[in-house]
């Protein structure tokens, strides 16, 4: 065995074989995988196999069709057979909510370029013989379905990483991981201690156990899952003996997922009464094992399938497995560089091991090797959850998530599993208020304030809810008087130092501000794609402050962290530091009302100490809402007492409380983006506007300024554009596509009603040589094509005369 490598890969299922293979194909030989007993132990091994590329966020699809392409590649390299099966499925819809769940994946799949189909009852017969059509509406169908051979294809990846040039060890049972001052890590095992510059978890159902052995804490729980094999059936036995195979069939309603395996079908259930696994710890001596039967969690599953599939009440059972998969609190994977950490990696909690493995692997390498993916992956950035998250918060998220699996899944929707979580001295005060909650990065938010009748419990939808009526009237409370919410939900960051200043200029694309002021700024990865966009405000020359977005803080302070140099001090205080936010033609009087100091004075983009009331804060002339108004910044322990001054006084002035549904409308109404819709690792500067912030002329190498210059230079191919759209009682939720003479020429990033306007509105990307005032085109939402036109002017305040006035 090798003492020294260049990369130790833990665990040796699909998804480690997976890093391992990626590794190789982008250029790293010097790399081996540790496998405490045979390839394959643990989850893999009981895998039913099956593989699909639906999935709600569109770069999760993206690199499933990625893996599912990649096995006939792996097949060609190293002339083993994956035991492919493309034999294409259908999802099932059984009421309108879930049929418009299809309708909008299906629009995302067209400027993706999956060759998916929306089919009806009676072609769904056609494809699904054994398929009990009755209430079904219509369903999805996908011709890149299929399933394979889990140890076929995880040895396959195994093969193609040893051409390659890694190695792999088995029967090697990693029993520590031990950080040197360099950063490197000794990675002790029971032949050996192994000296690598990096470390990569894949531990699958033991990933916890790895973890731990570094000091972190991973957001995972293994829960129990259970599917069928059955006897032979004739109806199967027809197709084959007919030279066809039956296709995989997914029945949301009825928690399952059925294919052919050999003469008979396989049918697994995603049941309503789960159970976890292993809460305490997995067994290290758990390996190729399955768990004892339990037919009692699945019985209502069972009689439903026996109803949409007839042939199975008629079919005797093979085999039953039974056996444990690990999940995150939102079912998605936890790959990347661990915050917090130097040269630890996570390719962890990858449940659909063969529709996203192959993707997980190459992401990671990419990282890796290049410094970072060539996509968006924030869905399974293990930086997506912070540090506040405990098993106690996980596990009853993985069972909800379980649980709803095969659920719909709406725009709008707050699950309530394990909440309230993180709280804001507010809550109560707020609660009081009528607020309908939502949550962001473990935290409440209020979404709005229920008056009168209005609905205490946002109903889940795909078209306008019936908080509509709620959020219009807090909007025109905010554009005709004064409006108040909490700034809790912005992450808030404070750089100090000598070096502050020099940092800032090198980290952030645009102008660092002067004292007493604030500036607006990207911050580019070396690619030139956004990976944030930021205020900087410059308290003095040793001091600044920076806020962004709330649930991208582990994914910032990382960056930061990254690259913070001697003489900088950087901490997040996004929870020591809260406040409020004020907007509205009457902020200015509402401010001061409750102050001595000249607030007249204070100019937009200002940023200065002041006191309100008894508090001590921090006051910004700045306002999402692009309305005049005001962030005010205090300690949290003084929150209270800050609500109240500015409370008493705004009774005045009519004063309203509002949240995050309304601000998502008031910043419609001058075209400001949202980080993660139109601002993303995916987009550049110059596609999305913020190239208008970028300082060009700061004489800095700031990070991905070679990229920006040539962007700048050349011009990019696509621009972000806001439209006007003709809707009915749906508006745009982001990425569904935008149509011009005929064809697919571009996709929405968000949207939504405008209460101000009374119009709704869409922002999204043309080509740049096809945007123009007017412009006519067609956004398809929910199977339906709404014209729509370009516009060039904010519907609110178009020169800013208000918001700087």
């Known amino acids: ?447 709005y304030f229920a008056q009168g009748d209005e609905p205490g419990y946002e109903t889940p939808s795909f078209r306008r809810s019936d908080a509509f009526a709620a959020t219009g009237r807090e909007v025109r409370a905010v554009r005709e008087r004064v409006g108040i919410n909490e700034v809790h939900n912005f992450g808030k960051y404070r750089v100090s130092g000598e070096g502050a200043r020099a940092w800032l200029d090198r980290i952030m694309a645009g102008r660092i501000p002067q004292p007493g002021r604030l500036s607006l700024t990207p911050m580019l990865s070396p690619s030139g794609k956004l990976i944030g966009d930021f205020t900087v405000s410059c308290l003095n020359e040793r001091e600044f402050r920076l806020t962004a977005s709330y649930g991208a803080q582990a994914f910032h302070m990382r960056w930061f962290l990254q690259h913070q140099v001697d003489g900088v001090s950087i901490e997040n205080i996004s929870d020591t530091c809260n406040g409020f936010q004020i907007a509205g033609p009457l902020a200015r009087d509402l401010l001061a009302a409750c102050s001595r100091a000249d607030v007249s004075s204070l100019r937009f983009l200002d940023v200065r100490p002041m006191v309100i009331g008894m508090t001590d804060c921090i006051v910004q002339r700045v306002s999402y809402t692009g309305d005049l108004g005001y962030e005010i910044y205090c300690d949290p322990m003084a929150q209270r007492q800050l609500w109240l001054t500015l409370w008493n006084a705004g009774q005045d002035h009519g004063i309203t409380p509002f949240g995050m549904r309304a601000m998502m409308s008031l910043r419609l109404d001058r075209f400001f983006g949202s980080w993660m819709a139109e601002f993303s690792p995916d987009y550049t500067a110059a596609e999305t506007g913020l190239d208008r912030f970028i300082s060009f002329g700061k004489d800095v190498d700031f990070i991905g300024r070679p990229a920006a210059e040539t962007e700048k230079q050349n011009g990019p191919a696509r621009r972000l554009s806001a439209f006007e759209v003709e809707a009915d009682d749906a508006d745009v939720q982001g990425y569904e596509p935008i149509w011009l003479d005929g064809a697919v020429v571009g996709f929405c990033t968000s949207g939504g009603y405008s209460h101000y306007a009374e119009k709704s509105i869409a922002q999204g990307f043309l080509p740049s040589d096809r945007i123009a005032p007017g412009l006519e085109v067609e956004i398809e939402i929910l199977g339906q094509m709404r014209k729509a036109r370009v516009l060039d002017r904010p519907l609110f305040d178009p020169d800013g005369t208000r918001m700087r006035g």
């Open 1 to 447: 065995m090798k003492s020294t490598t260049r990369v130790a890969v833990i665990g040796g299922g699909v998804v480690g074989c997976s890093v391992l293979y990626h590794l190789t194909k982008l250029g790293w030989s010097d790399v081996m995988l540790l496998e405490r007993s045979e390839l394959t132990s643990g989850s893999t091994w009981h895998a039913a196999g099956g593989f699909h590329t639906l999935n709600g966020d569109t770069n999760m699809a993206a690199l499933q069709g990625y893996t599912i392409r990649l096995y006939k590649e792996l097949e060609e390299i190293t002339g083993m057979s994956c035991g492919l099966h493309h034999v294409g499925g259908v999802t099932l819809a059984d009421n309108q909510d879930r049929f418009d769940m299809l309708l909008a994946e299906r629009a995302k799949h067209r400027f993706m370029g999956l060759e998916t189909e929306i089919v009806g009852p009676d072609e769904i017969k056609k494809i699904a013989p054994i398929t009990n059509t009755d209430g079904i509406l219509g369903a999805l169908y996908d011709p890149l379905d299929g399933h394979l051979d889990p140890s076929g294809t995880t040895h396959a990846y195994a093969k193609a990483a040893r051409l390659g040039g890694a190695s792999i060890e088995t029967h090697c049972m990693v029993q520590e991981t031990n950080q040197r001052p360099d950063g490197s890590w000794d990675v002790v095992t029971d032949k050996g201690t192994i000296h690598a510059e990096h470390v990569v978890n894949a531990g699958g159902l033991w990933a916890r156990e790895v973890g731990a052995m570094a000091g972190i804490y991973f957001p995972l729980h293994p829960m129990e899952h259970q599917y069928i094999v059955t006897d032979n059936i004739p109806e199967i036995e027809a197709i084959i003996d007919g030279g066809g195979e039956h296709p995989h069939v997914m029945d949301p309603a009825g928690e399952s997922y059925l294919r052919q395996e050999g003469r008979g079908l396989c049918i697994g259930f995603y049941e309503q009464p789960c159970k976890p696994w292993a809460v305490d710890g997995t067994p290290w001596e758990f390996g190729h094992e399955l768990l004892p039967d339990d037919f009692d969690k699945i019985t209502g599953s069972v009689e439903f399938a026996y109803e949409r599939f007839p042939v199975l009440a008629r079919a005797g059972v093979k085999s039953v497995i039974h056996g444990p998969f690990t999940f995150a609190p939102d079912g998605n994977p936890l790959v990347g560089p661990v915050p917090g950490m130097r040269n630890y990696w996570s390719a962890c909690g990858v449940m659909a091991g063969f529709s996203q493995g192959g993707g997980v692997g190459l992401m990671l390498a990419q990282w890796m090797i290049e410094g970072e993916p060539e996509r968006d992956v924030f869905a399974m950035d293990v930086a997506r959850f912070g540090d506040w998250i405990s098993p106690g918060y996980t596990r009853p998220k993985v069972i909800e998530n379980y649980q709803k699996r095969f659920s719909v899944s709406y725009p709008n929707e707050e699950l309530p599993a394990a909440r309230p979580n993180r709280t804001t001295p507010m809550y109560d005060i707020f609660s009081d208020l009528g607020a309908v909650w939502g949550q962001q990065y473990g935290l409440e938010v209020a979404n």
